[in-house]
């Protein structure tokens, strides 16, 4: 009787602890999160689809788009102002919003994606931080249904040196997180017809209109700035899919 006693306390104990950890880490990421600026938000607010997305179409019909996984802890609105740059461009653009703005618990949301616009032959899929890594997870696994990757301040965890798609990475000289250091690297797992562009005076933050992020560095550019640049080397790609 003895052992199931204490079988049955160490039981609710773990199953005290396993809801206390939950709890925290639920609570964890609504606290660390980073709304984005109120500008943003609106302008996001105006593309939003049934599906929770945010569709950012050209005026004229498109063959190219662009699946967005935005970064860890971001508030997915925030990337609108530079998909909307994109689809000024003539790249229909789809920011994906994440579960607990984690893109680790939505590796595969561009399926959906991708089946809901037919009429998009040749899609890239991005993302910004952990959002790009996760976005290489997809690509790795999903070859066929892609043309394109765009990392922005990220990279991939695995091995993507043999991938036929087309690659463009872009970071700033002044990001604290996904360093230069860190990106020359990460170099050697992509394939070597990859694009590398760096933003001299970039950081880490200024892919999205949020504020200060924990860890980054100072940017030398203006936020603007860094979006043009970054949309210019997304158009740049696109160019070599048609």
């Known amino acids: 009787m003895k052992g199931k006693t204490f079988l049955k306390i160490g039981l609710i104990a773990f199953a005290v602890v396993l809801v206390v950890a939950i709890v925290g880490f639920l609570a964890w990421t609504r606290l660390a999160r980073y709304p984005a600026f109120p500008e943003a938000a ?36 925030a990337y609108a102002p530079l998909m909307k740059q994109l689809s000024d461009q003539g790249i229909m653009t789809v920011i994906t919003p994440m579960p607990l703005d984690l893109a680790v618990f939505g590796v595969n949301k561009a399926n959906d994606v991708i089946a809901a616009y037919p009429e998009i032959k040749h899609w890239i899929i991005g993302g910004h931080s952990l959002g790009g890594s996760m976005a290489a997870q997809y690509a790795k696994d999903n070859v066929s249904k892609l043309a394109g ?94």
């Open 42 to 77: 609106a302008l996001a607010q105006t593309a939003q689809t049934p599906q929770g997305w945010y569709v950012f179409k050209p005026e004229q019909p498109t063959n190219t788009g662009m699946v967005f996984y935005p970064g860890g802890l971001v508030d997915p609105a």
């Open 149 to 242: 990757i765009a990392f922005m301040a990220s990279y991939p965890a695995n091995d993507m040196s043999q991938s036929p798609l087309k690659v463009v990475t872009i970071h700033g000289s002044q990001d604290g997180l996904a360093t230069p250091a860190k990106i020359a690297d990460s170099l050697k797992l992509l394939s070597s017809g990859t694009t590398d562009v760096l933003l001299d005076g970039g950081n880490h933050a200024q892919y999205g209109n949020y504020g200060p992020q924990a860890g980054d560095g100072t940017a030398t550019m203006s936020r603007e700035e860094q979006q043009q640049l970054t949309t210019a080397a997304v158009v740049e790609l696109a160019k070599q899919l048609k």
